[in-house]
C-alpha cells in the first residue's frame, strides 16, 4: 500500500508542495502500522533494503540509503514479477521524483552493485525474493534488464 500510494503519486511529489508532505506522511504512517501490527520492520525491509544495507557494507558513503532502496527496488520488483512487470512504474516514478535509477546515478559502479546484489541474503535471516542468493550471470541480467546498469 505505502509504495502504491507513493507510485501513484509521484508526479504530484515536489520540494515545498504541502500536499507533497501529506502523501509522504501517510505512506509512512502507513509503513510504521504495517510494522507495529507485525512487531518488527519486515514488512518494510525486504530485499531492496538488504541491497542497500550491502551497498552501506562495501561502498560506504555514496549514496543516500533511501536512494539505494529505490534502485534495488526496481530490481527486486523485476525478479517478483518479470519484464511485464511494476518494476517500470517503479523506475518510472522515481524518474519523476528527481531520484537516481541507476547504479551511476547513485555514484556505485556496476561491478559494487553486482557484488551487493549477489550477497544481500547474507545479511539477515528474512525471507525474501533473494532466499538462498543469487548468481552473478543472473544478477548482471537483471540489472542490465532494468537498465539500472549498461551490462
Do not use: C, F
Amino acid at each position: 500500500m505505502t509504495a502504491e500510494l507513493l507510485v501513484e503519486n509521484a508526479d504530484m511529489i515536489r520540494p515545498g508542495l504541502e500536499e507533497s508532505a501529506w502523501v509522504v506522511v501517510k505512506a509512512l504512517v502507513s509503513s510504521g502500522v504495517a510494522m507495529s501490527i507485525a512487531g518488527s520492520s519486515r514488512p518494510a525491509s525486504g530485499a531492496e533494503h538488504l541491497i542497500s544495507h550491502q551497498l552501506d557494507r562495501t561502498a560506504p558513503g555514496r549514496a543516500l540509503h533511501g536512494h539505494q532502496v529505490g534502485v534495488a527496488s526496481i530490481m527486486t520488483e523485476y525478479l517478483h514479477s518479470g519484464e511485464n512487470g511494476q518494476w517500470t512504474a517503479i523506475r518510472d516514478a522515481l524518474d519523476e521524483l528527481g531520484a537516481p535509477t541507476t547504479a551511476a546515478e547513485l555514484g556505485i559502479d556496476d561491478a559494487e552493485l553486482i557484488a551487493a546484489l549477489t550477497s544481500a541474503h547474507e545479511i539477515r535471516d528474512r525471507y525474501t525474493i533473494l532466499q538462498g542468493g543469487i548468481n552473478e550471470a543472473a544478477a548482471i541480467e537483471v540489472a542490465t534488464a532494468t537498465g539500472v546498469i549498461d551490462g
